[in-house]
Nanobody, 122 residues
Framework: QVHLAESGGGSVQAGGSLRLSCVAT????????MAWFRQGPGNEREGVAT???????TYADSVKGRFTVSRDNAKGTLYLQMNSLKPEDTAMYYC????????????????WGKGTQVTVSS
């Protein structure tokens, strides 16, 4: 059974940093995309960053230059290093996995974690 588990969320002041992790267990496909999405209070879910099996990354414009996505294929783990955090980054952050190519279209992802909360205070 496939399972995604996020960790690393918390409360920080603006300008601070956090590192999120997501462990994917039971996923046997060799080529798959791992992605971070977030949903803030009153907002729709949005894609934050994606990384494919070759390490190719994409970022939402709002996080470029501040967030870095990476993955350890041997461990089946996805990371999101978040620096220079802003209050508008406050959201529940979710990791998601899909076969093949990456996308910011959340409906294409069939596997989701339960999320980890990030709160940034001004």
């Amino acid at each position: 059974q496939v399972h995604l588990a996020e960790s690393g969320g918390g409360s920080v002041q603006a300008g601070g940093s956090l590192r999120l992790s997501c462990v994917a267990t039971g996923y046997t496909n060799s080529r798959y995309c791992m992605a971070w999405f977030r949903q803030g209070p009153g907002n729709e879910r949005e894609g934050v960053a994606t990384i494919d099996s070759d390490g190719t990354t994409t970022y939402a414009d709002s996080v470029k230059g501040r967030f870095t996505v990476s993955r350890d294929n041997a461990k089946g783990t996805l990371y999101l290093q978040m620096n220079s955090l802003k209050p508008e980054d406050t959201a529940m952050y979710y990791c998601a996995v899909k076969d093949g190519y990456c996308s910011f279209l959340g409906s294409l992802y069939k596997l989701w974690g339960k999320g980890t909360q990030v709160t940034v205070s001004s």
